[in-house]
């Protein structure tokens, strides 16, 4: 696990998404890589849609968006993908929107900070080490075991501030 903060900012308006949608891919394709995964057509497309925005998707969104390019697709096929997708650490899950949100860092799976504006639904990622030690002592000391750590902050982000 890293050392360093890993801080995935909001986007901006120069943002490059097709760079940005890219480097996951390829980044996905590496980690399966290394670590004997299969990244499938319908897991690569999967993450491709979660990668299209930097605000959280819903799997019934994902679905549709299948279903408009391959009527077959059901809601277990978008299931399965994101739980590989989860397990291998290139998605989060924002549990108290129920969708998910590309990892920044996938090299190794993490919980992770999650700031949420709570007027465009824009989500920024601070994976800090420090803030997830200090979480689990924390807990460990009232005798629970954290098995993952999720932080949720809710909040403007600065487009929606400057509005």
Same mark, same amino acid.
């Given at each position: 696990?890293?050392? !360093?903060?890993?801080l995935i900012p $909001?986007e901006?308006?120069?943002? !490059?998404?097709?760079?940005?949608?890219r480097?996951a891919?390829d %980044?996905?394709?590496?980690?399966?890589?290394?670590?004997g995964?299969?990244?499938t057509? =319908?897991?690569?497309? =999967?993450? +491709?849609?979660?990668?299209?925005? #930097? *605000?959280?998707?819903k799997?019934y969104?994902?679905?549709e &968006?299948l &279903?408009?390019e391959q009527r077959? *697709?059901?809601?277990?096929?978008v299931?399965? *993908?994101l739980? $590989?997708l989860? !397990?291998? @650490?290139?998605? #989060?899950?924002?549990?108290?929107?129920n969708a998910y949100v /590309?990892? /920044?860092?996938?090299s190794e799976?993490h /919980?992770g &900070? $999650?700031?949420?504006?709570r007027s465009c %639904?824009?989500?920024?990622?601070?994976?800090d080490p *420090?803030?997830?030690?200090?979480? @689990?002592? +924390?807990?460990g000391?009232? @005798?629970?075991q954290?098995?993952? &750590?999720?932080? +949720?902050i809710? /909040?403007?982000c600065?487009?929606?501030?400057?509005?």
């Amino acid at each position: 696990m890293p050392t !360093d903060p890993i801080l995935i900012p $909001f986007e901006t308006r120069n943002h !490059d998404h097709k760079r940005c949608i890219r480097s996951a891919l390829d %980044q996905a394709r590496a980690v399966c890589r290394a670590r004997g995964l299969r990244l499938t057509p =319908v897991r690569r497309r =999967v993450l +491709e849609l979660i990668w299209r925005r #930097h *605000a959280p998707v819903k799997a019934y969104d994902i679905l549709e &968006q299948l &279903q408009a390019e391959q009527r077959k *697709a059901a809601p277990p096929t978008v299931y399965r *993908a994101l739980t $590989f997708l989860l !397990d291998a @650490g290139f998605v #989060h899950r924002i549990e108290s929107l129920n969708a998910y949100v /590309g990892c /920044g860092d996938p090299s190794e799976p993490h /919980g992770g &900070q $999650f700031l949420i504006c709570r007027s465009c %639904q824009a989500v920024a990622e601070i994976n800090d080490p *420090a803030i997830t030690r200090l979480l @689990g002592r +924390e807990a460990g000391k009232l @005798g629970f075991q954290a098995d993952r &750590q999720t932080v +949720e902050i809710k /909040g403007l982000c600065p487009r929606c501030r400057a509005a």
